[in-house]
């Protein structure tokens, strides 16, 4: 009985150094801050293409808002549940086994957040250089070194200012939730007026007419689609290749390929699970904060895709320069100024998103440390109450991944993040789908422990949702296997990682 409870208490007791400083509105605005970044802004441009008409475009935003509302109200339960630093990998933790909080855990550490927060500081340089030119990503302070036939590591000026952006922002941290979640509130509450902005002036300022006419009245329409294959060559031959257009089981390819783009910037909702241990009142306002969140960005996401559509033909849509269709939307109202608006706009979003994620991912590499499943330092508190080196060491691994180049067979270099975010989007599905299992198998395993709040709909909300994923998932395998079975490895090469550390925690617990 002493071995299983004495951890507990000991993680409970260093909880405690913790700040309790975040209250709903602070938890909402980690949410909706930490979804919004640029994603919005350019995916419905390869969404309109794989659809390929207006119904489909307006459906994807649907179904994606539908999941992930479906998740957050189904998580509320286990953020209940379990009010302790780390959120999803103690959900996993507790549901299954110490293997499969690790497993989750090591993605979030190695891809899914760092990846993120690199292509999100990259994303801010990007447009930073829209008003200043020097940023740019071939003006070279390293020209690229080879790595091989496929990698390279340079430094440019554009990597310059990302990399500058995540200390920054990792600096400011290091002093406290409090001042953390003020730099988030003050930019989430500008960028989600910027995104009102928007919707405001597609719906009343740049409505074409014409645009609108061919949109609405023939919104099932299915034009300018482009084709599924096989994503394997041994799949050639059994997997048909469709296009939204091939009947019912294309639309369902179509819509569940394009749900990557659309899931991805919908990403991120759980991040208030990560800093539990600085919610004022865990048991209520993590839940709340989860589903007050989700439903803010699904509205404000699917209103943007209709502003869209008020501004622009469903061609002009799918082939947006660069598929940066919210620009090429205030375009159509401000000429060559759209482009300096919605760049300042974007900005705006990357630096807030990027706070949020920069905040809450350091809390999951906290827990682990506690679990003496990494580094120990990891599982320190500053004086501030946050776990700053977890927080420095996360900040190291983002800039060796904006350092780290693919090369392209044309000579171009491309970055090795976009590639890695890529290969993860299906295994943060499995991670998802588990955790809402979790809550299932939880119910089963400890049927009397404390539910302050009980996931709404049980049990047809989760099962909802997990058919729902495991649908995408399943489309995912057959037409994009070039891009799930990676993700799958970085995943399991974690599990030797972990019986590895487990094995020197409980050598050390056996010599204290």
Not at 338 to 352: E, N
Not at 482 to 500: E, F, M, S
């Amino acid at each position: 009985m002493a071995d299983t409870v004495l951890p507990v208490v000991e993680s409970q007791k260093e909880e405690r150094g913790f700040v309790k400083a975040l209250g709903l509105f602070d938890g909402t605005m980690i949410v909706v801050g930490s979804m919004i970044g640029s994603g919005i802004f350019i995916v419905s441009a390869d969404i309109s293409r794989q659809t390929g008409s207006v119904g489909g475009l307006l459906l994807t935003w649907v179904l994606t808002g539908v999941l992930t509302v479906a998740a957050a109200l189904s998580y509320g339960e286990l953020a209940a549940m379990f009010p302790h630093a780390g959120g999803q990998y103690i959900y996993l933790r507790e549901a299954y086994s110490p293997l499969w909080g690790f497993l989750y855990g090591w993605a979030l550490f190695l891809v899914i957040q760092t990846g993120t927060i690199a292509a999100v500081a990259v994303g801010f340089a990007k447009y930073l250089g829209v008003f200043f030119p020097a940023i740019s990503p071939e003006a070279w302070i390293i020209h690229p070194v080879s790595l091989g036939a496929k990698y390279a590591v340079s430094l440019s000026v554009q990597q310059v200012v990302g990399i500058v952006m995540v200390f920054f922002l990792t600096s400011l941290n290091l002093f406290g939730v409090r001042l953390g979640k003020l730099i988030q509130n003050i930019f989430t509450s500008a960028k989600t007026l910027a995104l009102i902005g928007l919707i405001v002036i597609g719906f009343f300022f740049a409505r074409n007419h014409a645009a609108i006419a061919d949109n609405f009245s023939h919104i099932w329409t299915i034009r300018g689609e482009q084709g599924n294959e096989a994503g394997a060559g041994f799949l050639r031959g059994i997997v048909p290749g469709v296009t939204a257009a091939s009947g019912w089981f294309g639309l369902f390819v179509a819509l569940a390929v394009s749900q990557v783009g659309s899931l991805f910037s919908s990403d991120a909702w759980n991040n208030i699970g990560f800093t539990a241990a600085e919610v004022k009142n865990p048991k209520r306002d993590v839940a709340l904060s989860m589903a007050f969140g989700t439903i803010i960005v699904t509205v404000l996401y699917f209103l943007a895709n209709i502003a869209y559509l008020f501004a622009l033909s469903l061609h002009q849509v799918q082939n947006a320069p660069d598929d940066r269709v919210a620009t090429a939307a205030l375009s159509a109202i401000f000429g060559t100024g759209g482009a300096a608006i919605m760049a300042g706009a974007i900005i705006v979003s990357t630096f807030g998103c990027n706070n949020g994620l920069i905040l809450a991912g350091s809390r999951v590499v906290y827990a682990m440390a506690k679990d003496k499943l990494f580094f120990r330092k990891t599982g320190k508190l500053n004086r501030w109450g946050v776990p700053g080196f977890a927080m420095a060491l996360q900040a190291v691994w983002v800039t060796v991944l904006i350092l780290m180049r693919t090369r392209n067979a044309d000579g171009s270099y491309g970055n090795l993040y976009s590639d890695l975010l890529n290969y993860v989007v299906f295994t943060v599905l499995i991670f998802y789908v588990l955790t809402v299992a979790g809550i299932l198998v939880l119910r089963r395993k400890r049927p009397g422990a404390d539910r302050p709040y009980k996931a709404f709909g049980y049990p047809f909300v989760p099962l909802l949702y997990i058919i729902a994923a495991l649908a995408i998932m399943f489309v995912l395998l057959l037409y994009r296997t070039q891009t799930t079975w990676p993700g799958l490895v970085i995943v399991l090469v974690g599990v030797p990682v972990y019986l590895l550390w487990s094995r020197v925690a409980r050598r050390t617990s056996a010599a204290e």
